[in-house]
Each structure stands twice: as C-alpha cells, then as structure tokens.
C-alpha cells in the first residue's frame, strides 16, 4: 500500500519509493513557455516549494527515468534533449 511522503522533499525519491505523487509537472511546462525572466514562488509553509524545485531540477538534469507516466515526460522533449549544468 502507497503511503503519504509526509517530510520527504526529494523528487527522486517520492518517484523510487512507494508514496503517493501527485503530477505537478505541467506547471514546468507552463513555466518554461511563459518565457519570464523571474520567477516568484510564494506559498506557506509546508506547501511543497522544496520538492517543486527538486522536480524542476531533476528535469533539467534529464533524470528520464523518474518522469515515467507524468506529464513532463510526454510533452516537453527539449528538457531531455539539452541538459543543463547545476
């Protein structure tokens, strides 16, 4: 049985273990297109900016693998094509 990554913030290991994700990565889509120079991202505490940014940054690093059966994997191709350094 899936159980909730209550105080995990690692994309990568949300995706490898047995907890519950929910698909938030059509939001990098939506920020990749809008094509802004800054980005602002305010949300209280414990709302999931650490582990939006650990998404984000495994994206850019072209970790495929975590992104089976997620939106990001079939619709934006160029993540996996040029990666970035961090």
């Given at each position: 049985m899936k159980s909730?990554?209550?105080?995990?913030q690692t994309f990568s290991k949300i995706r490898t273990s047995n907890f519950y994700y929910v698909d938030k990565t059509s939001l990098i889509s939506k920020l990749i297109k809008d094509n802004k120079k800054y980005y602002f991202l305010s949300r209280p505490r414990r709302f999931g900016k650490s582990l939006f940014l650990s998404?984000?940054?495994?994206?850019?690093?072209?970790q495929k693998e975590y992104f089976k059966g997620l939106f990001l994997k079939n619709n934006i191709?160029?993540?996996f094509t040029f990666p970035f350094t961090f």
């Open positions: 909730l990554p209550i105080g995990i998404t984000l940054k495994s994206a850019f690093k072209t191709i160029i993540l």
